[in-house]
């Protein structure tokens, strides 16, 4: 730092530049050891190399095998849930009911106590998805994982938007290609982005889908026409929900040069999924 210090005061502007440039160049230097990390994972592992490949890179020969990984993935988080809620035990609250009927069947005594079950609550989700040209396979994709999730939610809905807004039914979401037909034949498809109207939309249904026991999961690449809508409305979505969780495609690499990105980070919390290996990790703390 004092080797450029003299320079610094001279041309502040200048030297603030500098700064930028460097590290930019490091941010790319860092994007690139990530991709060539994962181009050595996928020639040992072709396979395995898929977890690490940008999603939005999968070949469509290549989709069925990324389906056979996310699926095998599930099963193993389904399995770490279970696991982890037998291994949870009891409350601490004392079941007296059962203590005392217990405690008749043995001549009084009431040396077995018994506990109350732990009440595993599972969340209500509502699922907003971009489907514009982009995000199309991205969102296939992480919808497919929540959806085989059975330990996310006791309930889900899923919108999704592009420059309009509609709903989901558990019908279309069954497999890639009924869900593809779908929202083409929605209209929807093929369109930009407007994501402060769907919110605004999803925020005013009536009966309300947004209260405070919902978690809503936003997947978008925070590419949006009319920003100063889309902010004012995620920050309505905020004050009805319980939490927002944002994932988003895009590497956080590349965050640092997209303003859009930036803004709606700073008002909820949001995620980094580009990834198989990402959005794994992502539903993993979504389940926390």
Known sequence: MEKYKASAERNPKLYGNFIHSVFAKTLLEQQMRLEDAATGCEAADPELGLLYRDISKFKDTEIPKAISLLQTISRQINGELAAKGHRSGHSSQLDFRRTIRKGLETGGSFSRLSYKKKRNRRKNLV????????????????????????????????????EEMCHADAFSLQNMNLFRNYVKESGIYGRGTDLGTAL??????????????????????????????AVAALQEANRLSGRVIWLNPIPESKWHYLKSIQTMAALCPMVSCHTLSALAAACRNLIR
């Open 127 to 162: 699922l907003l998805c971009d489907v514009s040209g982009s995000m199309m396979q991205f969102s296939e994709f992480a919808l497919r994982f929540i959806q085989a999730l059975n330990q996310v939610s006791e309930s889900s809905l899923v919108f999704l938007f592009s």
């Open 200 to 229: 605004q939309k999803l925020c005013a249904m009536n009966p309300a889908v947004l209260q405070a026991s919902t978690t809503l999961l936003i997947l978008s690449d925070a590419k949006t026409i009319d920003q100063s809508r």
